[in-house]
């Protein structure tokens, strides 16, 4: 039976909690929607992949593109609605968006002060000066792909299953038969990425989550699959900025 997926024509600008592993089921807006986690990571998946992203990231998400949300630790979600006669960002697809101090109290106070129809000359000033920083923010590579070709997929699920599983594409190959130099194609040409990178990707987001459920940081290099705990936080710090130490909990 297929899952009805909710339209909502306005993409609301809010502030709204979620206990952890809370959901929001998948959706679409006919606007643009800014998604930000003060708290908390969030996840947002559609039909092409997962991006997750802790307090120093957003999520942007296109007008009409069908997605859900997750809660990893208690999540404190703000969500900033822009209309989609316009594309202030000159994005077509879900992408991760780095947050910095100022764009982090300009989108809490967007959302908290948010009411309808308001268009004060106060809060025009505020939303030029969020899209202002939100179009210079950096892009992340964030995104964790997802397959389409069944032996591809068979592969990703492995690892899905354990981002621990450290064999090589040529012992994952002779699993679901077929050659390393075949996967490797495949992962270029459906993905988008190298097998290296896109298991990285999937360790990265696997520590985001394991971090908001406080486990400790040795612990979660083991578990995401890093030969050490100072290699998982080189990765770690390189990517967000931060270490994985001082990620907050839920």
Partial sequence: MMTKIRHEPIAPTRTQRLAHGGAIDAHRHDDHQIVYAGRGVLAVTTSAGAWVAPGTRAIWVPAGVVHAHQAHGELELHLVGLPATGNPLGLDAPTVLAVGPLLRELIIAYTHTHTPDDDSPERTRLRAVLLDQLRASSREPLHLPLPTTPLLRAVCEILLADPADSRTLAQLGRQVGTSDRTLSRLFRSD????????????????????????????????????????????????????????????
């Fill in 191 to 250: 993905l988008g990425m190298t097998f290296p990178q896109w298991r990285t990707q999937l360790r990265l987001q696997c520590a985001l989550v394991l971090l908001t459920e406080r486990e400790p940081v040795t612990a979660v290099a083991h578990r995401c699959g890093w030969s050490s705990a100072s290699a998982f936080i080189d990765v770690f710090r390189r990517t967000f900025g931060y270490t994985p130490g001082s990620h907050p909990t839920g």
